[in-house]
């Protein structure tokens, strides 16, 4: 029996990058062998053991073979005999196609030593055009490497091309689809994950409201970048720069869908597209199964991001109808979250990065100014509901007023 470290764990360490988890090959062994020593075994498909000591993952060296369309028709085989060369050439790309025997000697029968070097994300061979997920998957690894300079290889793009018009994007479950596109949201470049599925066709497949804003000019006094795609990947880039968790960055994904249904007549300008927007972003979440708070945070930039831009020009009244339209008052947290995505879509505009956005620190005042504003028990005394209601939104105006004065 040998034991090898593999996949993630050699290649960020190959890159001087830190180590999250480390997942271990098993030659020349059977399930009973890993039992016998305390493992636990908790595969179904195929065995996988976690290590009595560590929790690590520990599998038996297999061979995959497709047997039916899409990501679950594969039957696996392990043995003893199984060798690691034959269970690296499984594997997506080169660059997870290597392993560390405890000597600290490198396997690399695939060239993934070589590729790191040329900053190459290239497939070990044919086989990977069997697995759909693969597509996500190295869109997703672009979007982590990209600031490192790596690329697709070109043959492994036409592949993922070969795959999309062969049909295998289709397959994928709905689950899958958003557990890579959530991970690739808070990548270092989310921008790259989008861009590289649009290169081979899946973008147009698995998200066809967000693929046809391409080729859609906006105003270019507002638009200076004028295509609407182009200003979808900026605004990425501006929630990365401002370290916008995932949530945000998916609201930033989705908040100008509405553009997209715009008729060309009207071009470049979009009235009313955020309220056509709202249903096609519930269209991409039902479709995905996005997480509600994500699918929430996403309708609201949508509906609400052209108010928050007009925050300066906005009456007090006005300003209190969007924190509670916004359900401010109960919820926060989604409200920042919600001005920190509108800052994103302001700065992600060609020459319009760094310029300030105001707006976001009056509506956090105004906020704060109206939600500290309270009836004592004697002001309330002897009104009714209704009458409490409008008495304390009275003093949540003039609280909204004079923070828009001090600010």
Same mark, same amino acid.
């Given at each position: 029996?040998?034991?090898?470290?593999?996949?993630?764990?050699?290649?960020?360490?190959?890159?001087?990058?830190?180590?999250?988890?480390?997942?271990?090959?098993?030659?020349?062994?059977?399930?009973? $062998?890993?039992?016998?020593?305390?493992? %636990?075994?908790?595969?179904?498909?195929?065995? /996988?053991?976690?290590?009595?000591?560590?929790?690590?993952?520990?599998?038996?060296? +297999? $061979?995959? +073979?497709?047997?039916?369309?899409?990501?679950?028709?594969?039957?696996?085989?392990?043995?003893?005999?199984?060798?690691?060369?034959?269970?690296?050439?499984?594997?997506?790309?080169?660059?997870?196609?290597?392993?560390?025997?405890?000597?600290?000697?490198?396997?690399?029968?695939?060239?993934?030593?070589?590729?790191?070097?040329?900053?190459?994300?290239?497939?070990?061979?044919?086989?990977?055009?069997?697995?759909?997920?693969?597509?996500?998957?190295?869109?997703?690894?672009?979007? @982590?490497? !990209?600031?490192?300079?790596? %690329?697709?290889?070109?043959?492994?793009?036409?592949?993922?091309?070969?795959?999309?018009?062969?049909?295998?994007?289709?397959?994928?479950?709905?689950? %899958?689809?958003?557990?890579?596109?959530?991970?690739?949201?808070?990548?270092?470049?989310?921008?790259?994950?989008?861009?590289?599925?649009?290169?081979?066709?899946?973008? @147009?497949?698995?998200?066809?409201?967000?693929?046809?804003?391409?080729?859609?000019?906006?105003?270019?006094?507002?638009?200076?970048?004028? =295509?609407?795609?182009?200003?979808?990947?900026?605004?990425?880039?501006?929630?990365?720069?401002?370290?916008?968790?995932?949530?945000?960055?998916?609201?930033?994904?989705?908040?100008?869908?509405?553009?997209?249904?715009?008729?060309?007549?009207?071009?470049?300008?979009?009235?009313?597209?955020?309220?056509?927007? /709202?249903?096609?972003? +519930?269209?991409?979440?039902? %479709?995905?199964? /996005?997480?509600?708070?994500?699918?929430?945070?996403?309708?609201?930039?949508?509906?609400?991001?052209?108010? /928050?831009?007009?925050?300066?020009?906005?009456?007090?009244? $006005?300003?209190?109808?969007?924190?509670?339209?916004? =359900?401010?008052?109960?919820?926060?947290?989604?409200?920042?979250?919600?001005?920190?995505?509108?800052?994103?879509?302001?700065?992600?505009?060609?020459?319009?990065?760094?310029?300030?956005?105001?707006?976001?620190?009056?509506?956090?005042?105004?906020?704060?100014? !109206?939600?500290?504003?309270?009836?004592?028990?004697?002001?309330?005394?002897?009104?009714?509901?209704?009458?409490?209601?409008?008495?304390?939104?009275?003093? @949540?105006?003039?609280?909204?007023?004079?923070?828009?004065?001090?600010?």
């Amino acid at each position: 029996m040998e034991v090898f470290l593999v996949g993630g764990a050699v290649r960020d360490t190959l890159l001087g990058r830190a180590v999250s988890e480390r997942d271990w090959v098993v030659v020349g062994a059977e399930p009973a $062998t890993l039992t016998a020593l305390g493992y %636990r075994q908790v595969g179904k498909d195929f065995p /996988v053991f976690l290590h009595p000591e560590t929790q690590e993952e520990y599998a038996l060296a +297999r $061979t995959e +073979r497709k047997v039916a369309a899409g990501y679950y028709g594969f039957t696996t085989h392990h043995a003893p005999e199984v060798t690691l060369e034959e269970d690296l050439l499984r594997r997506d790309l080169t660059i997870n196609a290597m392993a560390q025997a405890a000597d600290g000697t490198l396997v690399d029968p695939y060239g993934g030593q070589r590729d790191l070097a040329a900053k190459l994300l290239r497939h070990v061979s044919p086989a990977f055009s069997e697995d759909p997920l693969r597509i996500l998957r190295v869109a997703r690894f672009a979007a @982590r490497y !990209a600031p490192l300079g790596f %690329r697709v290889a070109p043959a492994t793009l036409d592949l993922m091309r070969a795959m999309v018009a062969a049909g295998e994007v289709t397959s994928l479950v709905p689950e %899958r689809v958003w557990q890579e596109t959530a991970r690739a949201l808070a990548e270092p470049s989310p921008r790259t994950y989008f861009e590289v599925l649009r290169e081979c066709g899946a973008l @147009r497949v698995l998200v066809p409201e967000l693929d046809c804003l391409w080729g859609v000019p906006q105003n270019a006094t507002y638009h200076p970048e004028v =295509d609407t795609g182009d200003h979808i990947l900026r605004c990425l880039d501006a929630a990365a720069l401002l370290g916008s968790n995932a949530r945000v960055r998916f609201a930033v994904l989705l908040h100008d869908l509405g553009k997209g249904t715009t008729p060309p007549a009207e071009w470049p300008r979009h009235i009313a597209h955020e309220a056509r927007g /709202v249903p096609l972003v +519930r269209k991409v979440c039902e %479709r995905w199964r /996005v997480p509600t708070d994500h699918r929430e945070l996403a309708e609201l930039a949508c509906r609400e991001h052209l108010r /928050v831009h007009l925050a300066l020009e906005l009456r007090s009244d $006005t300003t209190l109808d969007l924190l509670e339209s916004c =359900d401010a008052f109960r919820r926060r947290e989604r409200f920042l979250e919600l001005l920190e995505a509108c800052e994103a879509d302001k700065r992600g505009r060609l020459g319009r990065e760094a310029e300030p956005y105001p707006q976001r620190a009056l509506l956090t005042a105004a906020l704060a100014a !109206a939600a500290a504003v309270q009836l004592s028990p004697e002001e309330r005394d002897g009104l009714s509901g209704p009458a409490i209601g409008a008495a304390l939104k009275q003093r @949540r105006l003039a609280a909204v007023a004079q923070a828009r004065a001090q600010g």
